[in-house]
């Protein structure tokens, strides 16, 4: 085993092997959910390069993919073959070391710590994660000269994929009116870190289907990730999961949780995660867009300002008690919130009614289990106690729902449709002088 790339997973995870029963994968957030492939929007980033018209076309785009999907990919990025190529082939050298090298970071000139793998936290199997991967600060990797070539790749791959970070977070910013220096200022090269995530091929796939990255949300601005073309990486769009089909010429883009914030969620940070491969080993490389810790993030309105530290801190204690990210929700500046007001443009002028809301159970992931969508009304609703078209089998304490705006003076600060997406036995929805209030109980 010594001498073996793969981290030891079966002989550590045992106990989760034996105590799970096929079923216990067999839950709405399993990865054995029926997924559509699709298409993420796609950007030609040479758009930027020719008259105002096309660039402000281009602008336009990113921003709507942006507050549409959270995702999107990106084509005449500016990164060249060989900076991508090369960065990979030595990533691929590095994770083809045994795994005892990379627990020990030996040859590797990277701090110790930043070599992870699987999920120590995981008291079930639906919670592990079947991939190793170095989380590399880029101080480590800042100013090497050269000496090592996966230093000097990694720094290559880092300085060239910010710019094109930078000028995406610009554009962001541009477009919800907000012309700023605040990303060229607090996100450097320092700042950043990387991932180079490796999947090893999961050979229990059968009867046990695995996450390769268990679900979740990114806690950077955004992130870059240029991944290989075995695929597996899938999304939330409207409730459902979506595979992303590989496009090797792109790269693609993802929102995180500090630009949902800062944006006053505009911009959406949306969970994503990796689905195992039995056969195929796969390989991404993630770029993650970050402010130094002490940057503090300011919303207008719908959230707490915290600092980036404070962000972090919260997430590891998050993780350490409950066995989970919490995220974006620990900072919400109160559970109630209104729907009209915090887009930072003029306050809009209509009052938030009830024919303005939609609140609906999205098709299902299951078939059989929930089986048509529909309104839910009257608002509010409860839907423990729902009207018929919904299949009674659904799980009860697993509650995916969407509540839709209906008029565009609300998409700034809540999205088109806000998605739920919650473990708990009933949700009230109120609305009242203009505001909209989620309450789980
Ligand atoms: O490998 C991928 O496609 C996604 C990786 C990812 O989500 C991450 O590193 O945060
Ligand atoms: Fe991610």
Redesign the pocket.
Known sequence: MGESADPPFETTYKNLFSNSPDSTLQKDSGPELIVEESELPLIDLNQLNLGDLEKQACQKLIAQASREWGFFQVINHGISRDVLETMRAEQVKLMKKPFLDKTNCKDSNLSAGSYRWGTPSATSLEHLSW?E?FHVSLTDVLGSGGHNSLSSRMEQFATTVLKLAQTLADILAEEIGDKTCFFKETCLASTCYL?L?R?PPCPLIHPYKMF??IP?T?SDFL?V?Y?DNIG??QLVKDGRWIA?KPNPQAL?I?IGDLFQAWSNNVYKSVK???VANARNE?F?T?F?FCPSSDTVIRSRGLYKSFSFGEYRQQVQQDVDVFGHKIGLSRFLASRRTSAAGHTGQPEPKLTLLRRHVRVFIPHSLRPGRIIKRRSLGPFPTDPVHRRGGVNGRVNPTMWRFVVQFTHPVFWGSMGKNSIYDEKVRRIEATIDDGGLALKSA
């Open positions: 991939s991967a991932r995530n999947y390769g990255i979740h990114d992130t990730l991944q597996g990486l992303v693609i993802n994503h995660r990796v796969r991404s993630a993650l």
